[in-house]
């Protein structure tokens, strides 16, 4: 619903020029675009862009990074039997960070990840150690006493999407990518394309005021019932359109036409400024839905002035994650689809020549146990992310290293981790780069105000 | 063997009467007169009073729409008597046998789907025991198998026994539905229980929690302790209560253990209607506990199987938890409390003492006030969104859609900017297509608090996709798919009567006086002094309303 939400930012607009005493000056738009940046709430001279990449099913973060000393990795092969990969399979995927990981500990990219090994090296790439859903920083001991909140229905895949998305299990109505869209929508000339998303709808993207708009891997589709004569008339055409877009005070049928309403208006701007879109020469694989939604989101970035957007958020998506068998037959395709899909989307945005200005990450439903059912794994909580993009302080491991032990210190139960850096922290830094001011953040991350560390230093200072 | 219209002239078709007629009976008065007391003295002057309207209403909740047979056999019987005579259908030929006679079991199909979304597509569009197909769709949402994450041989035939299994059991009893989909091929594989085995404390092997997590998340109890209205039920500090822990999940995965195909051979798929069997060397042996039950150590498998479906069956929040996703799944998205509270207490008892009686929870479902009643003005959240594949199923029932090849080629509907975005059988995970709890963000609904799981699959690319497709198969069928329009085309010189017969049979006489002016202004634009132009008044008439608003709400 573009119509109402720019009217939102319109107000919002309107209020902010009015306490500036601009009221009178030139027409809103002009002023939006000449002034209105530094007085809105987060200002947005500058594009960046937000991409979350979300792994559902709950990828198994063991066999993503598995690892790659000695000691544990024997441990792992014990643990794991047929289900883990050699270590000399491993050798070429060795991750050489910045900074070694203590004690000694290595890890590796699954050898199907290897498109990733030289963003690591040449550090666009970092990796987010035991990152999950918490409520406030939780130890073992706080956890087996059950003395501190925990998030709720844990392992739940659908409930733990949502708290990953929103903070809050199912029925959530609002997620911190949503929340920072509500953030930027002034900035955006159309606000419509704050929030976009290439996959289906999740929680992550709504906002309080933020809506997010759905696009296909292959742009927005037009309705063809209003664009030319239907069944030969044009006054049937014309009844389309009133129709489907006339208001309904039945709250679905007001919501089913508000949808509507919106993708006519908005496949009106987009398909316009998709027509003149530059050509983009990376390659992707057109086999890979992953590919294609993250090649959409290139060319939608590729129109940014077009669309006068200046904070965007997106969204795709691959699923197939919950592989509680068939791990070894399937988890690698996986992987190989997702390194394949960063990759490209990558080489794009340096293409473009905006990679500092573009920062994708994984999230998933959560980690997976250490241990293994024989031919797969099983829901687990914390996992490890990757962060990439020309910003992002690469080539590191951020976060703390967990023991991958059996009844070790980080395990809550059959491997699974108890996560030492909560998503809130994630959100947190990722909105601060985004330029969201630090009295700002408790609006994307509610519980940030938990933690002493609000910024993870995922990013080149 | 489907039903098409039979007569051009609609004589049970008398809208404007039938809307005066309502004005009379309907309103309070219809739905008391439905309530189960009433309906068991067999009250003949209620299968009178039904109105089209009525009938055509009743048949989008407990068919997939209306058809001029199917309205006049509910006037005839009375809803309580329809569905009676639904539930004594005989079934058709099932579809894994079908699949057998059509020569499928070939090796070349022991990696591939191929020949059981056409089967699917053939008994939703074209098989007599409507109601039956419907429930089986239902069901399919509830205990979700897909396509997508099936890597079993033989998997056409695996899926085809589960349909057929959701066929036997979709009047039949929960209870014995629950085991049937546990021990199914399918569902084995799908979440993992087959080839599942007891613990390896020596390398830490422990076995998958896939099947014990979602068979309680899913398809019998839910996260929350409820009450029979499926209210949350709080504790002192007014917090909902978890009906169970990751314990829980640990003790009851310990009984899914041991269990694998029956006789599974590379050669022919008949392992795929057997019962998965227990392989007592990979069952563990070790006592299990979980909700309150306990199953002795060295109990045999199939022993604590039962006990476990037993406690499972027995959870008082299965009835309302399933309840009123049957609800959500047949009459409206949002039930009253008092709704869900009336079927759940029928399936805790349907009268005869019998727990989990499907038969009677449908009854229950479609016969309640709530789903009978006229809708009155203000009732702003009434109803349901359609979900898509209803829709294309709808379209197909009502104007007679038939397969000249017998190959009912419809194909995978998934692509949400060409398609449905959804398809058959082709949900993307155990979560289905849509959670009976979504609340669609940044709206009314949403502030309110509404539950609309269709909105889930609602977005820019589905709505614009939907219209688009509808306009391609309106007009041209889908694949060697075809429409039969003759008793439209008879009403194509007349545009008001057109529009009014395609509104009462897709939309029960849901369209408002505007919409119905405004797409008979539309329909009288264009000219029917030519075949061409008579087709397409019809083409205009049934697209028009199948991208209504007050036809893609269903109230």
């Keep these: 619903m573009s119509a109402p939400l720019s009217q939102a930012s319109r107000r919002a607009f309107m209020q902010r020029a009015a306490q500036l005493s601009l009221a009178g000056l030139a027409s809103p738009w002009a002023l939006h675009l000449l002034a209105m940046s530094e007085a809105a709430a987060q200002s947005a001279n500058d594009y960046k862009a937000l991409v979350c990449v979300f792994l559902y099913g709950g990828n198994d973060h063991i066999n993503s990074l598995p690892p790659f000393d000695a000691a544990t990795h024997a441990e792992y092969l014990r643990v794991r039997t047929s289900m883990a990969t050699a270590r000399d399979a491993l050798a070429a995927t060795a991750l050489v960070p910045r900074e070694p990981l203590p004690g000694g500990r290595q890890l590796a990219l699954a050898p199907e990840l290897a498109p990733l090994k030289s963003l690591f090296d040449s550090q666009q790439l970092g990796v987010l150690l035991n990152v999950g859903t918490l409520m406030r920083p939780t130890t073992k001991a706080q956890y087996n006493a059950a003395s501190v909140p925990l998030p709720p229905k844990l392992f739940s895949h659908n409930d733990q999407q949502s708290v990953w998305q929103s903070s809050l299990p199912e029925g959530s109505i609002s997620g911190w990518g949503g929340r920072l869209g509500d953030l930027f929508m002034a900035s955006n000339e159309r606000a419509s394309f704050t929030c976009v998303n290439v996959s289906g709808n999740a929680v992550y993207m709504s906002g309080r005021q933020a809506v997010q708009y759905q696009v296909s891997s292959n742009g927005s589709v037009p309705l063809q019932g209003v664009r030319q004569a239907l069944f030969g008339s044009s006054v049937a055409q014309n009844a389309m359109l009133k129709l489907v877009t006339a208001p309904h005070s039945h709250l679905m049928r007001a919501e089913y036409t508000r949808v509507m309403s919106r993708a006519i208006e908005a496949n009106d701007t987009l398909s316009a400024a998709m027509a003149a879109a530059p050509v983009l020469n990376t390659t992707f694989d057109t086999s890979s839905s992953l590919a294609m939604q993250l090649r959409m989101v290139a060319r939608l970035i590729s129109v940014r002035q077009a669309l006068g957007v200046k904070r965007q958020v997106f969204f795709v998506s691959l699923g197939g994650f919950d592989l509680h068998d068939f791990l070894v037959a399937q988890h690698p395709g996986l992987l190989a689809q997702l390194a394949s899909a960063l990759r490209s989307f990558h080489d794009a945005t340096t293409e473009m020549g905006v990679s500092q200005q573009v920062t994708a990450f994984t999230a998933s439903d959560f980690g997976r146990t250490f241990s293994s059912n024989g031919d797969g794994s099983d829901h687990g909580w914390g996992s490890h992310h990757f962060v990439l993009g020309g910003a992002v302080a690469g080539g590191r491991f951020h976060g703390r290293n967990p023991e991958l032990a059996l009844n070790g210190p980080d395990d809550v139960g059959q491997g699974r981790l108890l996560p030492t850096t909560a998503v809130d922290q994630l959100a947190a830094t990722l909105a601060r780069w985004m330029g969201v001011s630090d009295s700002d953040l408790p609006l994307v991350a509610p519980n940030i105000g938990e933690y002493s560390q609000r910024d993870l230093g995922l990013f080149r200072v | ?555």
């Design chain 2, 1 to 555: 063997m489907s039903p098409s219209p039979a007569e051009p002239q609609l004589s049970a078709c008398a809208p404007w009467g039938a809307a005066a007629l309502l004005a009379a009976c309907g309103g309070g008065g219809s739905g008391s007169q439905l309530g189960s007391d009433s309906a068991k003295d067999g009250s003949a002057l209620l299968a009178v009073a039904l109105t089209d309207e009525d009938a055509s209403r009743l048949l989008a909740q407990a068919a997939f729409g209306a058809t001029d047979p199917h309205i006049d056999r509910v006037k005839a019987l009375g809803a309580r008597a329809w569905l009676d005579e639904q539930f004594a259908i005989p079934r058709t030929e099932g579809h894994y046998s079908t699949m057998l006679s059509q020569g499928l079991a070939v090796e070349a199909n022991l990696n591939g789907f191929n020949g059981f979304e056409n089967t699917v597509w053939r008994k939703l569009i074209a098989s007599p025991d409507v109601l039956r197909q419907r429930m089986v769709l239902a069901l399919s949402e509830i205990f979700v198998v897909s396509m997508q994450g099936l890597p079993v041989p033989w998997r056409g035939f695996v899926m085809a026994a589960y349909v057929d299994l959701l066929e036997t059991h979709a009047f039949g009893n929960y209870r014995q539905l629950l085991e049937a989909v546990t021990l199914s091929p399918a569902m084995g594989v799908y979440l993992n229980m087959r080839g599942n085995r007891k613990a390896n404390a020596a390398i830490g092997r422990v076995p998958d929690e896939n099947y014990a997590r979602e068979v309680l998340q899913l398809f019998s109890v839910g996260l929350v302790e409820l009450n029979l209205d499926g209210s949350a039920r709080l504790d002192g500090r007014g917090q909902p209560q978890e009906t169970y822990s990751q314990e829980t999940i640990t003790g009851l995965a310990r009984v899914f253990t041991g269990w694998d195909h029956d006789r599974f051979v590379r050669t022919d798929p008949g392992h795929a209607q057997r019962p998965m069997v227990v392989n007592s060397a990979n069952h563990e042996s070790a006592e299990k506990r979980f909700l309150g039950t306990t199953v002795p150590a060295n109990t045999p498998a199939a022993e604590g199987l039962a006990m476990a479906l037993d406690a499972i069956a027995q959870h008082p929040n299965v009835a309302p938890f399933i309840g009123r996703q049957l609800i959500q799944r047949l009459v409206c998205s949002h039930p009253s409390a008092a709704y869900v509270s009336r079927v759940a207490a029928v399936f805790n008892n349907n009268g005869q003492g019998v727990r989990g009686d499907l038969q009677a929870v449908l009854r229950s479902v479609l016969l309640d006030p709530e789903a009978r009643s006229a809708p009155a003005d203000g009732q702003n959240s009434r109803g349901m969104l359609r979900e898509p594949v209803v829709r294309f199923v709808q379209w197909a029932r009502t104007f007679g859609v038939t397969s000249p090849t017998g190959l009912w080629n419809v194909g995978n509907l998934s692509d949400p900017a060409t398609r449905l975005g959804q398809s058959p059988f082709r949900a993307p995970s155990v979560f289905n297509f849509f959670r009976p709890g979504y609340v669609p963000p940044n709206s009314a609904l949403g502030e309110q608090g509404i539950t609309a799981p269709e909105f889930q699959i609602t977005n820019e690319s589905t709505v614009v996709g939907w219209a688009n497709f509808a306009q391609s198969f309106v007009a041209s069928g889908v694949a060697e798919l075809r429409p039969n329009y003759s008793a439209e085309l008879a009403l194509a010189s007349d545009a008001p009567a057109l529009v009014r017969r395609v509104a009462l049979l897709l939309a029960a006489n849901a369209l408002s006086q505007d919409t119905l002016a405004l797409i008979t202004q539309a329909v009288n634009s264009i000219s029917a002094a030519t075949a061409a132009g008579r087709n397409n008044r019809v083409y205009a008439a049934v697209h028009l309303v199948l991208c209504a608003p007050e036809y893609l709400i269903q109230i």
